[in-house]
């Protein structure tokens, strides 16, 4: 009978020291960040410091996806769908595959997904 090289114990040692790792690397990526601002003459609390930039850092992407999906939704009322504009690799690299049954909105939001891969899609 096969008996596997690693044992549970083992391997939740493993994970538990892959979070300590990775607890101490942001330990020192906020004590980094506190040193920073700090050596611009600004004394801040840490904590305080850490609470505001995840807060800053959560209304950027709240932004970011707003001014998507409004993009999104005015190219779609402009221009239609973008796989008429795409010499075709979208329907590859579409989550919806090569239906195109999504909304105009919905495949803008393909387009912009995949743009980056669109050299590689459709070469095999």
């Not at 994970?15 to 790792?21: G, L």
């Not at 506190?34 to 807060?55: F, G, H, T, W």
């Not at 959560?58 to 009322?77: M, N, P, V």
């Not at 221009?79 to 008429?84: E, K, S, W």
């Amino acid at each position: 009978m096969y008996k596997s090289p690693i044992i549970l114990t083992e391997l939740d040692t493993m994970n538990s020291m892959v979070e300590k790792a990775m607890k101490d690397v942001q330990n020192q990526r906020e004590e980094h960040i506190v040193q920073v601002i700090k050596s611009y003459s600004v004394n801040v609390d840490k904590d305080e410091l850490i609470k505001a930039l995840q807060y800053d850092r959560k209304q950027y992407q709240q932004g970011f996806e707003y001014g998507f999906e409004k993009a999104s939704e005015i190219l779609a009322e402009v221009l239609g769908v973008p796989c008429n504009y795409t010499d075709e690799w979208l329907p590859y690299a579409c989550d919806f595959g090569n239906t195109c049954d999504c909304k105009h909105k919905e495949c803008w939001k393909q387009f912009f997904k995949h743009y980056e891969k669109r050299e590689m899609v459709g070469e095999e």
